[in-house]
């Protein structure tokens, strides 16, 4: 199996900056936990390559995640047809993370590895992670 995850980079620089990672074995997870977590990096899109097109035609997935590494806390959002849009059910510490792609709300951010886990599990099988509590919120 395999997932592809892309993510902006804040450069003064380069507008256009961004940067991305192709995963198909389980320990690269952590080196997507640990470039999504240097200060510039952006949430991630994240699609699983094994998973049917919602639209064939248009290309467009059935699925949407998005990941995020903040202040120490990883953030994760999940949607797809069988799932309204959901975050993780996190440390009630952690911060709200606002970016332009995402919108994790105060509660949502768990330990990197733990996000690390729930990617694993959606790269093994291509479907929203069990081994992680979610909570659903509002678009």
Same mark, same amino acid.
């Given at each position: ?9 804040? !450069? ?11 995963? *198909?074995? @389980?320990?690269? $997870? ?5 470039? +999504?977590?240097?200060?510039?990096? #952006?949430?991630?899109? %994240? ?6 097109? =919602? *639209? ?14 903040? #202040? ?6 999940? %949607? ?6 959901? $975050? +993780?059910?996190?440390?009630?510490? !952690?911060?709200?993370?606002? =970016?332009?792609? =995402?919108?994790? @709300?105060? #509660?949502?951010? $768990?330990?990197? /590895?733990? +996000? ?12 929203? @992670? ?6 659903? $919120? /509002? +678009?």
């Amino acid at each position: 199996m395999t997932i592809t995850a892309v993510w902006t980079i804040d !450069s003064a620089e380069d507008a256009n900056a961004g940067d991305g990672l192709t995963i *198909d074995e @389980p320990d690269q $997870v952590d080196e997507l936990i640990r470039r +999504l977590a240097e200060p510039a990096a #952006g949430p991630a899109t %994240i699609w699983h390559e094994g998973r049917k097109l =919602a *639209d064939t035609g248009s290309g467009m997935l059935d699925h949407d995640v998005v990941a995020a590494v903040r #202040g120490g806390y990883g953030y994760l959002g999940y %949607i797809d047809a069988d799932h309204d849009y959901a $975050v +993780l059910a996190g440390d009630p510490a !952690s911060p709200e993370v606002h =970016a332009e792609d =995402a919108d994790f @709300p105060a #509660g949502s951010g $768990v330990a990197p /590895e733990q +996000l690390a886990a729930a990617l694993r599990e959606f790269l093994a099988t291509g479907l929203r @992670p069990e081994n992680v509590t979610w909570r659903e $919120v /509002e +678009l």
